[in-house]
């Protein structure tokens, strides 16, 4: 099992990134998955998860309505589409397989101007 994560990198306030999880060893789309991050001197944080198949998503409230979280069974990744960033949300951003408590490398998302 590995997951890879890549999309990270610096952006303005008010822009976007989408993050990519691509997973090999498994398929993403047979296991429940989320995106937890990391900021500087914090604790990791869950900031969106999703079943299965893709079909529920559940998202932490200081990220609901600017990020989504996506599957692609064709590209076996997962993904975390980001808009309207703040600087709050700089941190490094890792995805997670729940079962077996797979993690990435993680790739840094910095939101400064």
């Known amino acids: 099992v590995q997951l890879v994560e890549s999309g990270g990198g610096l952006v303005q306030p008010g822009g976007s990134l989408r993050l990519s999880c691509k997973a090999s060893?498994?398929?993403?789309?047979?296991?429940?998955m989320r995106w937890v991050r990391q900021a500087p001197g914090k604790q990791r944080e869950v900031v969106a998860q999703?079943?299965?198949?893709?079909?529920?998503?559940w998202y932490q409230d200081f990220v609901r309505g600017r990020f989504t979280v996506s599957k692609d069974n064709a590209k076996n990744t997962m993904y975390l589409q980001m808009n309207n960033l703040t600087p709050q949300d700089t941190a490094v951003y890792y995805c997670?397989?729940?079962?077996?408590?797979?993690w990435g490398q993680g790739t840094q998302v910095t939101v400064s101007s």
């Open positions: 997670q397989r729940l079962t077996g408590d797979f």
């Open positions: 060893g498994f398929i993403v789309t047979g296991y429940d």
């Open positions: 999703t079943n299965a198949s893709g079909e529920r998503t």
